[in-house]
């Protein structure tokens, strides 16, 4: 049976349920972002039974609002976290091989600017020894520009600051197809994973955590699951978790929220992304270009709100139009430029007396006396080193409990679904050869992009069945669309209109306008695969619309601002 398949999920939740009482898993997950999915494919491909359950969707949490770089992070070195860059580096490379249809290698450009926090002699000498710490390969190192070659590089750059600069790779990702390719991977291994079930308290025997009651949120069902082990990876609720399970004292989460906002590419025209000093304060943000589209970000202030609903502040606006204004003067970008938006709360480790930036960007584990293990901070370009180090806990105590024995991590090696590509070249290749093969269906040329950069080589079971539903489907767009929302439902836990809009394809954030003509057809198409009643569709367009409407929703505020 499938198991990441909405439609027998319930089935497959209960069925869980009542095996776990009598052999209980081996290992629990809580949360299913970045983290949790890769505890979870580090342990099924140890060989221990693993459950995983996540209180809404996948990457509905921090996983999907990143500023999706898989990145060495340079300003790491700024802080002279010599390690962490280090470790950090070698994920990436690692993250590439593993998954290169969703980490595409990105060249940015350094600008170097008057009393810029990268200086015209220091900008080599970090980037130098960043790479050395990376181990990045011989062709693929920096190289210095002056200010004539900058501007070149990049003509919108301001000529009036430009010094010079640097051209350094780092690589692009989309954070919720990565936390996807985890769960598809790890459920194929045999891992079950749940979204839509929210963990409420913990169940104990002589004093040990033993399992968890969760609500299903689309059965509206309360059960119990049982686990010989159990890691808590719920990231900015980490805290929360664990204060279900102890009071939470010593070592706590500091949350930081950064925003991004999205332009057009034709409004926001760089040739590459860009990561540049913002004038009014000692940060950095990044301007990436994506598709159609050019997303600049982020922010990066305390935050002590609903953690459920972070949401993008007419100041937050403010911050990053005036950062690239400064920058990309001749652009002229006001608030009616911006496209969409979204926002994600780093789940950091609290430091007296540090500010949000200057936070490190470490993981941490805390182990309770229950024998809750919980994990938070990192990156997601580290999510698979802190997977292994969380369940290296996990193994330790099931070895410790006696009987079966488990491998070590192999992670390193484990292809993500779709990913099988020998080389990034080969990415480009495929693209080719699906055209080519799509030619009776109208394949376009966008949605093969679409499809391949999404699914890797998954988009080939999409141009399949959009063959099959050629017959019924006239209309090419409406084929390709149904061919995906099928797909999605099936193979990829896709259980609302949000999730197929948001994290499984990203179009709230990358084509926003041209969503207001798709997002009714996308949920007709769900709700005859999904068997909605017309209540049932309703209410899944309002809870999107809420969504579409609340990534825009600083625009009031603004008005007020600048009147
Ligand atoms: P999350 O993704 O938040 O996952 C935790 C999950 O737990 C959530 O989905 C939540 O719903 C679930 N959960 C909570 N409570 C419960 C419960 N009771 N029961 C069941 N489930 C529960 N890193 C990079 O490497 N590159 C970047 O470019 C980058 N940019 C960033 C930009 C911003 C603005 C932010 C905020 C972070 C960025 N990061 C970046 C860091 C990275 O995004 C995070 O470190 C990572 O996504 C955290 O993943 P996680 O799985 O730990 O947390």
Redesign the pocket.
Known sequence: MNSLDTRTRSKRLQDAAELSKESPFDLLV?????????IALDSISRGMSTVL???????????????????G?LRYLKQLDVGLVRE?GRERAIVHRNAPHIAHPEELLLPIVENGSLGKYSTPVGLWVYEKLAGVKKDERFYSLDKREALVQEPLLNERVVRGGAIYREYR?D?ARL?TCLAKTASKQGASLFNY????SFIYEAEQVVG?R?RDEIGKKELELFARTII???????D??RS?DTKVSGKRLQL?????LVFSQKRFPIKRAVYFDVRSDERMV?AIPRGGCTYL????TLYQRDI?NPRTSASDVDYLLAAANHMFPGLKLTAADVEST??????LIHEDGKGPTELS?K?EIFNSKSGLIS?????????RI?AERAVDQAMATLTAMGGSKFKDSRTEEITLDGGDFAHYSEVSTYKERLLGEGDQISLSVDWVHHLVDTYGKSAQDIVERAYELHPVEQDPERRMLRAEVEYSVECEACASLCDFLIRRTGRLYFQRPALAKLYPLAADLMATHLGWTDEQKRIQILDFESEYEAVMSWQEEYAGISA
């Open positions: 809580i949360g299913g972002g970045a983290t949790g999915a890769g359950l996540e209180k809404v969707d996948f990457a509905w949490g921090t996983s999907s609002r990143s500023t999706k770089l898989i990145h992070g950090v990702t954070d936390v079930t929210k963990v409420t968890v969760l808590n990876a719920a990231g900015p609720w980490c929360e978790v279900m930081t929220k950064g925003s991004h990044f970000g982020t922010t990066d459920d979204w926002v994600g709360l780093r789940p960007r993981d994990i938070a901070g990192g990156k997601l370009t580290g999510y802190m």
